[in-house]
């Protein structure tokens, strides 16, 4: 083949551009789709409450976008020693009409599942857990918010994440993750 003579490389071209196309189904934008959790930086340090090595951490969790997304996966990054329990979405109950606040549903540091104690006399708090749901195979519809609520366990009484990832589909299919940036620890962190 001469240097002028180009017949092979067009198929050699789509051949590339199929291989691409493949595998971009597969590939996660981070932070890029309407999925998004809140943007703070946050800390929890749990005690192992008796012989339950649990907590609860709660993260705000709302679709920016125009139209529904459905959860496919949550999973701990950087977990050390700390297993996800369950994850599941809690309707955020409203604005208390007495003191205009909004609390989200349950509370961090709870342990897991919350007692109806832990839930306590909150706005509507009994009610959002009471409707929750699992959070994998959820549809989440736009403009819609929701508490976001794992249950980890520390199987020896200590561990740690560093963050939780949600991995999503809009409705033309797309695959997004979503990411809070959360570190928790059982057993209560030491003080600084």
Request: glycine content about 10%; aromatic content about 4%.
């Amino acid at each position: 083949m001469s240097r002028g003579d180009n017949r092979g490389a067009l198929p050699a071209v789509v051949m590339v551009l199929a291989v691409v196309a493949g595998c971009a189904d597969s590939a996660h934008t981070q932070g890029a789709g309407p999925l998004q959790f809140s943007e703070t930086v946050s800390r929890l340090c749990a005690p192992a409450v008796g012989d339950n090595p649990r907590a609860t951490r709660v993260e705000p969790l709302w679709n920016r976008g125009t139209g529904p997304v459905v959860i496919e996966e949550i999973t701990l990054t950087s977990a050390e020693g700390m297993t996800l329990v369950e994850a599941v979405l809690v309707p955020v109950p409203g604005t208390d009409p007495e003191d205009g606040t909004v609390t989200l549903v349950p509370a961090n540091d709870a342990g897991y599942p919350p007692s109806p104690e832990t839930l306590g006399s909150s706005f509507g708090a009994v009610d959002a857990w009471a409707a929750r749901e699992q959070t994998v195979g959820a549809t989440i519809e736009p403009d819609k918010e929701f508490s976001l609520a794992v249950g980890l366990e520390a199987a020896d009484g200590s561990g740690s994440i560093k963050a939780i990832r949600a991995v999503y589909r809009d409705e033309a299919g797309r695959r997004f993750e979503a990411v809070a940036q959360t570190e928790v620890r059982i057993p209560r962190c030491a003080e600084e």
